[in-house]
């Protein structure tokens, strides 16, 4: 991996540009005979450079590699290079799971669901998708006071009261593979799901807590401080002008 990167905190949701004192990375090989072949195993570390953060985010990968010999015609020698097999494990180690930390203002059902969704994101994609969909149904039935048999039907209500650009993002999604399955199937059904699925879910789940939960908060927050001023500025001047 070159750097410097983008990147985003997992632990702190800051976004920063990661550099060479920030990032480091190494890999170690076993080759000692076994049954499965030669091994190695890759990691990468990387330090957040928020003060107040400064935390680790470790990654790990192991894989079965083999050599093999390519000859190039006319050329006098013969090169010997890896050939990557079978991938055992590709995660993040720590944190362990990809959730955000989402304000408590959302409700503690929503953001259960997404951080067992996310922390079970690898183990058992078609789990993880399960918990989503019922995630996404909770914040529907709470934010919109909607509720229908299927999580779909309920999906369907929200057409004509989303923002647009948010009423497409649901919609394109639910087009994905199976994920139009997800929602279609009872609440509690598992679906099979395709590689990354689970994943969308996931995604949009986040950006339904922004664009519903924290934008709503915000405002409300806005119109109070709003309000504030205007009430201290009402009482200054009635004070002004006591005798």
């Known amino acids: 991996m070159d750097v410097p990167f983008n990147w985003t905190c997992p632990h702190c949701g800051r976004d920063t540009t990661i550099s060479d004192e920030r990032y480091q990375r190494g890999c170690t090989d076993c080759e000692r005979d076994n049954a499965d072949g030669h091994q190695r195993l890759s990691w990468e570390f990387i330090v957040c450079p928020n003060k107040e953060c400064r935390k ?25 290079t890896r050939h990557y097999r079978k991938v055992w494990f590709d ?53 919109w006071s909607v509720s229908k048999p299927k999580l779909i039907q309920e999906i369907q209500e929200l057409q004509g009261k989303v923002d647009a650009d948010v009423w497409s993002a649901i919609d394109a999604l639910r087009k994905v593979g199976n994920i139009g399955a997800h929602m279609e199937a009872d609440i509690n059904v598992i679906v099979d799901v ?17 664009e519903w939960y924290i934008a709503r908060y915000e405002r409300q927050k806005r119109v109070r401080e709003v309000i504030e001023v205007a009430e201290a500025k009402r009482s200054a001047k009635a004070a002004d002008t006591k005798p």
């Open 56 to 80: 680790i985010t470790a990654k790990a990968k192991l894989q079965t590699y083999e050599y093999v010999r390519v000859s190039t015609p006319g050329a006098p020698s013969v090169t010997v």
């Open 91 to 143: 995660r993040r180690i720590v944190p362990s799971s990809s959730a955000k930390v989402f304000p408590a203002y959302i409700p503690e059902a929503v953001r259960s669901d997404y951080e067992e969704a996310c922390a079970i994101l690898d183990l058992s994609p078609k789990a993880a998708a399960t918990l989503a969909r019922r995630c996404l149904q909770g914040m529907i039935r709470d934010f």
């Open 194 to 210: 395709d590689d990354g699925e689970a994943g969308k879910l996931i995604w949009l789940i986040e950006l339904l807590m922004k």
